[in-house]
Every structure is written in C-alpha cells, then in structure tokens.
C-alpha cells in the first residue's frame, strides 16, 4: 500500500451555496482518504458559513484507538478554532452519529447533522428526535442538533461495499458491522 491518497488540508473550500450536497460531497471525499488509508469510509466534515473549516475520517486502524471517530475528530478540530456561538455550524457525516459524536456535536453547540448512510446498529438518531422535548428554549446549549439525512447515501454506501468486499474472509467486528450497513442498504433500497 502505499498510503492511499492526502487528505486535503490546507485547502479552504468555498461552498457559497452551502447545499447539503456540497457538504456531503466534502465529507465523501475524506471516507474515500480515509478508506484509501485502511480504515473503514467514515468521514466527516465541519461547514460554518459555507466553507469547510474542518475534516477527518476515522482513525482506529492508523491510531489503534477506539474513540477516534470521524466526526468527533472533525468537531475537536472545529472547536480549537471557533469562538462560543456555533449554532451556524454543520456537521457533514457520511454515517449517522453515534450516541458519543451526537454527544459531542451537542456540547459543541453544533446547529445541525446531515447524514449519508443510517446505521440501525449504533445510529443515534431516533434518540435525538425525542431529546429536545420538554427542554427550555433558553437553553440551547442542552439541546441535541438537527439531524437530517440520508444526502448522499449511494456514494456512501459504496464506500463501505468497497471496504468489506476487500475483506471478504474477514472475522473483524469491524467488518461485520460494515456489512451490516451495506445489507440494510440493499434491504432498503
Ligand atoms: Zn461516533
């Protein structure tokens, strides 16, 4: 292997439209480094005024941590560089956020997620249309963002189809659950 491709850095991308498919495509575009780099396709974006101010795919494989999900890492990146308010900020994510990153998101003020693939397993956003019940609007940092999806889920699904067709012999809880999504998807669709 050779390292797969760079992930763009010190590219500021304007997306004065700020669509949720630019978005997306932005957060796709880091899976794909990040699947190139052997790790599974998650990426994830932070846009804030439409430009991408931070980015990251998961890092268990290169990190052998557990906790460094795409959208945590992306989120910790935004937060070194934003002030307090950031209910402006939306957070791209290629599958809907765990319980941890939808935490994460919410403690960051994050305004809204919009998601590629839905993930029965360990999706968290069932909870998040309940959470906000009840809770006083003069309190918006204890509120869970938006969520919404799917944008871009074909791309994203393939993705992960690429992930776990290259480990198709494969025993990894990883890849099992990869296959799960790639299932559903096909159930689904
Ligand atoms: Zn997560």
């Known amino acids: 292997m050779d390292g797969g491709s ?13 669509t949720d498919e630019l978005g997306m495509h932005a957060a796709l575009e880091v899976a794909r480094c990040g699947l190139d780099r052997g790790e599974l396709p998650i990426g994830a974006v932070v846009v804030v005024e439409g430009q991408v101010i931070a980015r990251a795919h998961t890092e268990e494989v290169s990190q052998r941590r557990l906790l460094v999900h795409a959208e945590l890492l992306a ?47 360990d999706g968290a956003g069932r909870l998040a249309r309940t959470w906000n019940d009840g809770r006083s609007p003069d309190l918006p ?15 994203a699904v393939e993705l992960f189809r690429s992930y776990v067709d290259a480990r198709a012999d494969s025993c990894d809880p990883f890849v099992r659950w990869a296959s799960t999504l790639v299932d559903q998807a096909h159930a689904s669709g």
């Not at 760079?6 to 700020?18: L, R």
């Not at 204890?142 to 969520?147: A, F, Q, V």
């Open 141 to 155: 940092h204890l509120h869970l963002p938006k969520l919404s999806g799917p944008v871009g889920a074909a791309t």
């Open 75 to 121: 989120l910790e990146e935004a937060d070194r560089q934003q002030g307090w308010d950031r209910r402006s900020a939306t957070l791209y994510t290629t599958l809907e956020p765990c319980l941890m990153c939808l935490g994460a998101a919410a403690t960051a003020m994050v305004g809204r997620i919009v998601w590629a693939v839905e993930s029965d397993g």
């Open 6 to 18: 760079p992930v763009p850095t010190s590219v500021v991308v304007d997306i004065d439209a700020a």
